[in-house]
């Protein structure tokens, strides 16, 4: 069994990630879900694991504003003050997030190198600071169709990241706004992989409401939920070969 990307919990039989993630899986590999996990060891335990039943991807989803994935589990998670489902945004709420801090949290590498050796055995958070379109020259005209943020403290998302929910709080209800990507090491002497002043970028989970709801109108999707801390609406997930 191997960490493979980072997941969010949008219903109790459902996960969004990226899905730059689902095909880096080997054709036939089996892939599990592990809720509620704060250490990457725990993903190991067989108790911990779910089966992922149904992999949704969306059509053309080799272009950049398509780098989503909805799973489906084989069996409904068991709702806790650790394990919760996050509420997902309106598509006229697109725009409420631009210059908010929002927060990532994730298991990616702290060093800027891509070895599974360098990812973080337990959960991590930071805060990202979302740019507009008049930000274009640091967001490269990406930005018109993904969400493009800075680390605003000393990180930002790096390697190992893929699939995390970028998420806001909105009276006092958390919401997912975005889906880690990618990023751009900026051009500049000095620059390093992950570096906070170095574009990310994250896919706008608003334009995919439409998607998302015709693929779970079998589920009850929770609009609102408890408050509790961020790391409990992370999961993460892994493949076995």
């Known amino acids: 069994m191997y960490y493979v990307c980072s997941g969010t919990l949008i219903s109790t039989k459902h996960v969004l990630t990226a899905a730059r993630c689902i095909k880096s899986i080997p ?3 089996l892939l599990t879900v592990s809720p509620g996990s704060h250490f990457l060891s725990e993903a190991k335990q067989a ?8 992999v949704n991807l969306r059509k053309n989803n080799h272009l950049k ?13 068991k709702l806790s003050k650790k394990v919760q489902t996050v509420c997902l945004p309106n598509l006229m709420d697109i725009g409420l997030v631009y210059g908010k801090n929002l927060v990532l949290t994730g298991w990616g590498s702290s060093n800027g190198k891509r070895e599974m050796t360098a990812y973080s055995n337990g959960l991590k958070q930071t805060s990202i600071k979302l740019w507009n379109f008049f930000n274009s020259s640091l967001c490269q005209g990406l930005d018109l169709k993904l969400y493009c943020g800075l680390g605003t403290a000393s990180s ?13 709080n909105f009276d006092n209800r958390w919401y997912l706004y975005g889906v880690t990507s990618f990023g751009i090491r900026k051009p500049a002497a000095n620059a390093v992989a992950c570096d906070k002043n170095s574009p990310s970028f994250y896919t706008i989970i608003p334009k995919h409401l439409d998607w998302i709801l015709s693929k779970i109108s079998t589920s009850k999707v929770p609009f609102k939920t408890k408050k509790y801390s961020i790391p409990s609406k992370k999961i993460k997930f892994a493949g076995l070969i």
């Not at 108790?47 to 149904?54: E, G, T």
């Not at 930002?156 to 806001?168: I, K, Q």
């Open 27 to 29: 054709k036939g590999g």
């Open 156 to 168: 930002n998302a790096c390697f190992g990241d893929s699939g995390s929910g970028l998420m806001f």
């Open 65 to 77: 504003e398509n780098d989503i994935a909805l799973l489906k589990l084989s069996r409904s998670v």
């Open 47 to 54: 108790k911990n694991q779910i089966k992922v039943l149904l």
